[in-house]
Structure formats: C-alpha cells, structure tokens
C-alpha cells in the first residue's frame, strides 16, 4: 500500500501550518507531502481532471500511479486526513463528516478564500527540517 499524498498550497501560511500539524500527530509517518506548485502535483492534477494552476483546494492522493489512485478534494480532504490521525481527531472527523458536503465545502471555501489574509503567504515554500524531509516527495 502506498501512503496517502497531502498536495498543499507550499506558499500559504495556513497550509503550511496544517502540513505541520499533521507531521506532528502523524505517529506512524503514515502521510507525504507535495506542494501544489511542483510538477508531481501538476502530474496527478492533471491526470483527474483537475485545474493544477487552482491553489485553493487542498487535495490527499490515495494509491499514487495505482489503477485504484483515488484523488479527494476540499473538505473530504481534510476528513480523510483527521481520521488517519486518530484519536480525538478521528471524532472531529467524524461530526465534520456527518455534516452534508455542500455545507462542508461551503465553509471550506471561506476559508480558502481568506487565507493568505488571514494566515499570511511565503515568498517561497518552506524548507522541511532535516528530520522530515523524506516525507516530502516533491524534493
């Protein structure tokens, strides 16, 4: 089984900070990382169908370059991830997921659409620390 890939907008301060969170409760190192602007994240955008120029959503690969590769987006994103974690997060997972997704998404949008205001921008991608940096495929 291959492990799920979090594409992530590399430059927003929200989504730098969501990577980061992840890594920290990640306990099993179950999650990699790609940033949306690297040519991997174009690759497999491209291949769903989906616009790899859009930097709003934020998207976990499921079977990566297998016949069963499975791309979910936006809110079922973020649910899929929470759940992995475990724990605590596997139930706020679970009351996000009982919400319809029309409604999910909704506030998911707001949030994406305010995010560099609210959570600052990167001129450029952060590094990973030594001790990560295997687990950012994007490299």
């Known amino acids: 089984m291959s492990h799920p890939i979090l594409l992530y907008d590399g430059v927003c301060g929200l989504c730098n900070s969501l990577v980061q969170f992840v890594l920290r409760h990640d306990n099993d190192a179950v999650f990699r990382f790609a940033a949306l602007q690297s040519a ?70 707001i949030v994406a659409r305010n995010r560099y205001r609210m959570f600052g921008r990167h001129d450029t991608c952060p590094v990973p620390s030594a001790e990560t940096r295997a687990r950012f495929i994007d490299l």
């Open 40 to 109: 991997l994240s174009a690759r497999i955008l491209t291949r769903h169908g989906a616009n790899p120029t859009d930097l709003d959503t934020f998207y976990v690969v499921l079977n990566h370059d297998q016949n069963s590769e499975q791309l979910l987006a936006r809110s079922d994103a973020v649910v899929y991830v929470l759940k992995q974690l475990g724990g605590f997060w596997q139930i706020a997972a679970y009351l996000m997921g009982v919400l319809p997704r029309v409604l999910r998404d909704w506030g998911y949008g």
